[in-house]
């Protein structure tokens, strides 16, 4: 069983800069893929980034690509999501996610086992 409790959400002008962090409970935290998913007002949720446990790979969404960066921090179970150059379309609830899987099949929620609870951004234009 692994709990993930986001923070770092918030208002934000347009051009600006946030860290998401997601702490993960469990000591399995670096056996799992970590993702990072959206869900703005009135849309669906969408992939936003994901980290390999196995390899590290990183996958980003193009809409975000060259803005965000995931990282991962497993001596302290944390997931990290780093946005520049934020947009109002950025606007949107943020959710962490955790899966087994690794590889292109990470980009699709339905493979993620574990979810927070969501941390809203907001960018202002």
């Known amino acids: 069983q692994v709990q993930l409790v986001e923070s770092g959400g918030g208002l934000v002008q347009a051009g600006g800069s946030r860290r998401l962090s997601c702490a993960a409970s469990?000591?399995?935290?670096?056996?799992?893929?970590m993702g990072w998913f959206r869900q703005p007002p009135g849309k669906e949720r969408e992939f936003v980034a994901a980290m390999s446990w196995s390899d590290g790979n990183r996958y980003y969404a193009d809409s975000v690509k060259g803005r965000f960066t995931i990282s991962r921090d497993n001596n302290e179970n944390t997931v990290y999501l780093q946005m520049n150059s934020l947009k109002p379309e950025d606007t949107a609830m943020y959710y962490c996610?955790?899966?087994?899987?690794?590889?292109?099949?990470?980009?699709?929620?339905?493979?993620?086992?574990?979810w927070g609870q969501g941390t809203q951004v907001t960018v202002s234009s």
């Open positions: 469990g000591r399995t935290f670096s056996r799992y893929t």
């Open positions: 996610a955790a899966t087994t899987a690794t590889g292109w099949s990470t980009l699709y929620d339905m493979r993620y086992d574990y």
